[in-house]
């Protein structure tokens, strides 16, 4: 049974750091690409970053770019998102995926997390 479990969300004030984790397991995720969403309620979900599992080539969207950074560590199949600088538009559910090369849209996404809640108050 494939699992992805997050862990590391919470209440922050604007300007803190918070970092999400993502914890894999069933299947080796070499060759798959390892995703960061967020959504908000009445709001599409948002590709936030993509790491490649076996290559670690990052890639983000522009609302994240120079905050936000991806990483995974492979010897804990771990996936993380440092989040510097929080802002209150950065507020939504934060979900750690796994999909093939390319991954940006929700329905190309394999395997899903739970999701943890980030709050951002001012």
């Known amino acids: 049974q494939v699992q992805l479990v997050e862990s590391g969300g919470g209440l922050v004030q604007a300007g803190d750091s918070l970092r999400l984790s993502c914890a894999a397991s069933?299947?080796?995720?070499?060759?798959?690409?390892m995703v960061w969403f967020r959504q908000n309620p009445g709001k599409q979900r948002e590709w936030v970053a993509s790491?490649?599992?076996?290559?670690?080539?990052?890639y983000y969207s522009d609302s994240v770019k120079g905050r936000f950074t991806i990483s995974r560590d492979s010897a804990k199949n771990t996936l993380y998102l440092q989040i510097n600088s929080l802002k209150p538009e950065d507020t939504a559910v934060y979900y750690c995926?796994?999909?093939?090369?390319?991954?940006?849209?929700?329905?190309?996404?394999?395997?899903w997390g739970q999701g943890t809640q980030v709050t951002v108050s001012s």
């Open positions: 069933g299947r080796t995720f070499v060759g798959l690409a």
């Open positions: 790491i490649t599992w076996s290559g670690g080539d990052t």
């Open positions: 995926a796994a999909g093939p090369y390319g991954v940006a849209r929700s329905s190309d996404v394999n395997y």
